[in-house]
């Protein structure tokens, strides 16, 4: 789940809807994923945004066109926090990294 602001507390006073674009390439040219809404802010379904670098920017809307906001880069790690060696998958490698946790000096 992540959820994305529009940046304002208050809506746009023109904006008649918020689409928010989540794209993997910065140029919005691949991948790009459209999500509306009329709030400020909005929480992405579980699964929407793949892990990795992914890039977002909200597009106020009216019947006018669409005005666009900077775009952010954002960083999307894996939320399965016993995937301890980060990949993707939850074995005993797992269980392995966590007790060498214990056994090594990272943590006094
Ligand atoms: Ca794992």
Same mark, same amino acid.
């Given at each position: 789940?992540?959820?994305?602001?529009?940046?304002?507390?208050?809506?746009?006073?023109?904006?008649?809807?918020?689409?928010?674009?989540?794209?993997?390439?910065?140029?919005?040219?691949?991948?790009?994923?459209?999500?509306?809404?009329?709030?400020?802010?909005?929480?992405?379904? +579980?699964?929407?945004? +793949?892990?990795?670098?992914?890039?977002?920017?909200?597009?106020?809307? $009216?019947?006018?066109?669409?005005?666009?906001?900077?775009?952010?880069?954002?960083?999307?790690?894996?939320?399965?926090?016993?995937?301890? $060696?980060?990949?993707?998958?939850?074995?005993?490698?797992?269980?392995?990294?966590?007790? +060498?946790?214990?056994?090594?000096?990272?943590?006094?």
């Amino acid at each position: 789940m992540a959820k994305f602001t529009t940046g304002r507390r208050t809506p746009a006073a023109e904006a008649d809807e918020y689409l928010v674009q989540v794209s993997t390439t910065e140029d919005f040219s691949a991948d790009v994923r459209d999500y509306v809404t009329a709030d400020t802010s909005i929480v992405l379904p +579980n699964g929407s945004v +793949n892990t990795g670098t992914r890039y977002v920017r909200v597009l106020a809307r $009216n019947t006018n066109g669409d005005t666009a906001s900077n775009t952010i880069a954002i960083r999307v790690i894996n939320p399965c926090r016993i995937d301890f $060696n980060g990949d993707g998958n939850k074995t005993t490698l797992d269980l392995i990294e966590f007790i +060498n946790g214990f056994r090594g000096s990272a943590c006094q």
